[in-house]
């Protein structure tokens, strides 16, 4: 035993186990309702599958927007339209940076990195606190917390402190799933490295090393590489007649065709030959690299692939992982429940990715496609049930490790899904440790949790702002000009996003030099300190961090052209300003603006001089608190 070590004990009020987009969108959230939280990430980047190490492009309900209207907002799209604004041209460094950026501002957010979490120490049935080891400095960590979320996404911290946890399949029998097989059986999604390759516009040589695994075409004659290009098998489905043959419509297959020669391949995809993928990762990884450089030398020296003036550029070497553990909560959610759009009484989250289950074997399974998708029309809610551990007390878990079956893991896995369930996580511990519960004691206050959810820009399918405190609720709406349709009363609805057909925004006809006005007038006077407006940021454009060109072409360069740029917004007593600011060059869907002073006002008025680019001011929602 070493006679030299070095210990550092750290307490907070929320511990967060894992800095992947989940993890960060929980420690956010709950640094923001006011609490002392704790990040602790094991690596030196943040973003988890979406960071510079692994670069997968963060998908979500939208399903590569495929449904309108569908993308996440709430935290996840802010940091996504941070990023837009300072890195255009998908630069993984600046991505790293925008994440750290938006942590080290945070007030009471207080961030680990390069820490390890490696036993758990219990009082009683509680977590009591974690320990941890940060190589870089050499400093073994005793971090204590009230609560404590697991977004490790192998539900690490659960599995040492104890849970019950799920892996592979559940049989028919169980849930009554139409996907589900006949018997449970340990069959799992694989891991994945992805690359990035580059047209140098002449031919470029590729000399393969001698330790690659060579691919013939027959073992990728069911994976899209180079000019080959088999689609995905669609499951059948009786909500959506279009795929009953199990094939998929135009639609489907164009937003589900990702192959690229500049991407890599997400089916470069490995479930180890064990019991446990999470102790098979090592070797995993190195069967991976392996792979991706002789799939690499299949599409290069072996027939003609449209391969020849490319030139690999960068290879991953910590793999993706999709599937590992799922730790059990007091709800499982089903891919009946996914399939159904079931609306959860206690939903805190939502997703729409359709179910996406890869096949057993990845690559090793040559004779089966790489996925199976089952599509459906609509979103589906995540219950908080999920994501309130059933064994531990203070132990909540979000991401692809949340409560749920596999089949209904194969939609909410991906990372946009994770994330809005994070920041529903964040927000919920915090508000135990406000109010001195666990959180499974939360269930009769579920309705101010959606509310503080809804109120940052969370949207949650069926609900609607009900918030009593916002004043704004009974205003009087009315603007200097309105396009037939998009009427000011718009921003009074409840609803901060166009859902189903509907238009719930307001939109001016034209931008007038004296800029466009829309006014709230109050019921009564009333002392304001905060009013919350959410613009148009057009969730049906693209704004991810991509290696695929395909994704990248559908964005834009700059931050969507609806978001209102410039505006003033003024608190009016009497029609005399009591008080005013004044925003220049605003990229936010969700703004917040501050008045300290909170004067006393009867109206409120936005007056918008310029947006990104388009035509017309479009607002979907104002609020004002006192």
Known sequence: MGIRSKWKDEAFDVVVVGGGMTGLCAALASAREGVRTALVQDRS???????????????????????QNAAETGIIHEIMLENKARNDYYNYSIWDSTLLQIVYRQENLTLFLNTSMNSVELEGDSIGRILCYQGTTETNLRIAGKVFIDCTGNGTLGYFAGADYRTGSEGKAEFQEPDAPDQPNNNRMGNTLLFKAVNRGHPVPFRTPDWVRHFSEDDLKLRGHGNHRPMLLFAADAACPASDKGEGTAEEKKAFDCYGLDYGYWWI???GKGPDIIDEYETIRDELVRCVYGVWDHLKNSGDHGAEDYDLEWVGMLPG?????????CYILTENDVLSNRIFPD???????????????????????PSTVRHFPGLYTIPYRCYCNSRIPNLMQAGRILSASKLAMASSRVMGTCSVGGQAAGTAAAMCVQYGCQPQEMGGRMEELQQRLLRNDCYLPGFTNQDSADLARRARAEASS??????AANVLNGISRDTEGAINCWESEGLSPEGEVLALHLEQPANIA???????????RSIKI?????????????PPAELVRDYELR???????????????????????????????????????????YPNARVFEVRAYE
């Open 347 to 369: 939903a805190v989250a939502y997703g729409g990715w359709p179910v996406d289950n890869h096949t057993a074997g990845g690559l090793d399974d040559k004779d089966q496609m």
């Open 482 to 487: 309105q396009k037939p349709g998009h009427p």
């Open 321 to 329: 992982i999709r599937e590992s553990r799922r730790l059990m909560g």
């Open 45 to 67: 980047v943040l973003g988890g599958n979406a960071s510079s190490e692994i670069r997968m492009h963060i998908c979500g309900a939208d399903a590569n927007q495929f449904k």
């Open 530 to 540: 905060q009013v919350r407006v959410t613009f148009d940021s057009n969730l049906n």
């Open 571 to 613: 608190l009016l007593c009497e029609g005399a300003v009591a008080a005013a600011r004044r925003v220049e060059g605003n990229y936010q869907r969700l703004n917040v603006l501050e008045f300290p002073e909170a004067p006393l006002c009867d109206s409120i008025e936005l007056r918008i001089a310029t947006t990104n680019g």
């Open 546 to 558: 991509t290696l695929s060109a395909k994704r990248m072409a559908q964005q834009q360069v700059g």
């Open 269 to 271: 995809e490995l479930p």
